[in-house]
Each structure stands twice: as C-alpha cells, then as structure tokens.
C-alpha cells in the first residue's frame, strides 16, 4: 500500500495530495476549495464516506500546518 500524505511546498507555492495510487500537485490557494470537494463527495457518496474522511483528514491537517506558519 502506498503512503498517503499531503505535504505543502511553500517555496513553489504548491501542496500534493498522494492517496493509495494516485498523487497530484496543486496550487496552494487552492487547497480550502479541494477539502470543500471531498466534503461535498463524502455527502453526495456516502458508501465511501471512509475513504473521504481520511483525505480530508489530510487536507485539514494541511490547512492547519499551513496557517500555523
């Protein structure tokens, strides 16, 4: 199983979100709007509701480094 993670770049002004077999790079501004989207899928497909709570763990978890600094 791969790692999953989302890590901030500051310098680049990007943040990755890896999750089990995929991983993409986003701008930074972006990252409130990406946690909107996995909250309004959790709602809209709730049988995968496991796998939405725990990206967007990941995201808040970001959002919380990244205004911590």
């Keep these: 199983m791969s790692e999953k993670y ?3 770049d500051r310098d680049a002004g ?3 979100l890896q999750l089990a077999t995929w991983h993409n790079t986003y701008p930074l501004e972006t990252l409130e709007r990406w946690r909107d989207f996995y909250v ?4 809209m497909f709730s049988k995968c509701r496991d796998t939405y709570d725990e990206t967007i763990a990941l995201l ?6 990244r205004d911590a600094q």
């Design 60 to 65: 808040e978890k970001a959002l919380e480094e």
């Design 40 to 43: 309004e899928q959790r709602s």
């Design 6 to 8: 989302c890590k901030i």
């Design 14 to 16: 990007t943040f990755t």
